[in-house]
């Protein structure tokens, strides 16, 4: 059981931008396989460089051969595009939202050219991650600079984009919707004696999130979290800091109806080399030393906002196989998806940054005394890795 987490929050002043009138909206993806034939160049694209052992891929690919070769994740993007279009018409505003994604068509390079082809040349960027890290931040930075470079539009466009939303009550509050839909679950099958709620979250490479965020000591002067005190970590940073953050407050919130609930955070997904030290414990490993206490799980996909390849496999299929051996009632509850609050949240967000000539901004809310997070990163933010151009930092 771990204990929630009061931070300062980060000396953000300086990385907070003042608020401007926009063009238009980037929705920022991962991108996903459409079919049998994209699923090997699309795994290439997303490997470039990463040295992931061809096993790893042989495995990956069958989980998309399994599902035709799709992964739902574009089909999720375009339906959130289209909610999101939905409640900027409903507020009245005049903001067109484009999408590109980082690994597969419509490519950030596409959506560049396309905002640039209809006039826009000021952006406010949307990307479908919750959290910082590497993979969940710096890397859309920099794959959108390098778009920039490559479609020759540096200097033609401007993209800033709004702060990761981990702790924006448009995030959290659908996940403690569907954590306490899942305890009621548990529940009414007879199961809810001794609930136990893991909050799964995709795992790195530890050096990577003890990286995660910016490196500078807190305000109060304390150091910014690394290494694995805490039985339940292996590593640290920023990263592992704010799902924590936001577990607890899930499991506070859901404390009125189900107080003998507890939980833990778990990781999933890993790659990479054996040799190379990911974050632990792995969910089925989780899974397998639940005390036999333990009368029902509900796993709550928190690091991920929409239920694509890694939540259909890697939790629907391997995690609750998992429980099936152990004769574990388990729920797997959904992601944000394009739950209404979600995407009137992603829009609040937009709003805080996004305001008409003469406009007031919407004022910046955050759950956790980690946020309200910085719109633009330090330098080193995240950074792991030769340094490479971003967009969205300091200087
Ligand atoms: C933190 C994080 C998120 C959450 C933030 C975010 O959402 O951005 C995320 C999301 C996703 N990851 C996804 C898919 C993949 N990730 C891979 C590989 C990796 N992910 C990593 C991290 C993350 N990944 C890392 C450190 C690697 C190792 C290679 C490297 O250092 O780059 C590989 C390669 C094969 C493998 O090794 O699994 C695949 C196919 C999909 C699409 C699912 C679909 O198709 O529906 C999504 C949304
Ligand atoms: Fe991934």
Redesign the pocket.
């Known amino acids: 059981m771990t204990e929630a987490v009061a931070l300062p929050p980060l000396a953000a002043s300086s990385r907070t931008l003042p608020a401007a009138t926009y063009d238009a909206i980037l929705l920022a993806g ?4 459409e079919g049998q034939e994209d699923v090997i160049p ?2 290439r694209n ?2 470039r460089g ?1 040295g ?1 052992p061809d096993e ?2 042989e495995e ?1 690919a069958h989980h ?1 051969r399994h599902f035709g070769g799709i ?3 574009n089909d999720q993007n375009r339906d959130l595009k289209a909610a999101l279009e939905a409640e900027i018409a409903d507020r009245g505003l005049d903001l067109p939202v484009y999408w590109g994604n980082r690994f597969w068509a419509p490519y950030f390079a596409d959506a560049l050219k396309e905002l640039h082809a209809d006039g826009h040349r000021k952006v406010l960027v949307l990307v ?2 919750a ?1 910082s ?4 931040c710096r ?2 930075r920099e794959d959108l600079a390098t778009a920039l470079e490559e479609t020759g539009l540096a200097g033609e466009l401007e993209l800033d984009k709004v702060r990761q939303y981990f702790d924006h009550p448009g995030f959290v509050n659908p996940n403690i919707d569907a954590v306490r839909a899942g305890l009621r679950t548990l529940a009414a099958q007879g199961d809810g004696a001794a609930p136990h709620v893991m909050f799964a ?2 795992s ?2 530890t050096a ?1 999130a003890d990286v995660s965020g910016p490196r500078e000591a807190r305000p109060d002067g304390t150091e910014v979290p690394t290494g694995g005190a805490d039985e339940w970590f292996a590593g640290g940073g920023w990263y592992v800091e704010q799902q924590r953050a936001v577990a607890a407050l899930i499991m506070d919130a859901v404390a009125d109806e189900f107080p003998t609930a507890e939980w833990s955070l778990v990781f999933q ?1 890993r ?2 080399a054996p040799e190379v030290p990911w974050l632990e414990p792995d969910v089925n490993d989780a899974i397998e030393a639940l005390p036999a206490s333990v009368t029902g799980l509900v796993i709550s996909p928190v ?3 929409s239920d ?3 939540v ?1 496999w890697d939790l629907d299929n391997e995690a609750l196989e998992t429980c099936a051996e152990r004769g574990l009632a388990a729920v797997r509850v959904p992601t944000v998806g394009i739950d209404p609050a979600f995407v009137a949240g992603l829009i609040d967000l937009v709003e805080e940054r996004h305001v008409t000539p003469g406009g007031t901004p919407r004022d910046r809310v955050a759950l956790t005394g980690l946020g309200p997070w910085q719109d633009v990163c330090p330098t080193d933010c995240c950074l792991g890795r030769a340094p490479k151009p971003t967009v969205a930092s300091e200087g």
């Open positions: 991962f991108g996903g396989p699309y795994l997303v490997t990463r992931i790893r891929l990956v998309y992964s739902p994740i479908t991650t959290f890290s590497y993979s969940g890397a859309y979250t995709h790195i490479p990577a997904s790659s990479g690091g991920f906002v694509h390849m890694e259909a």
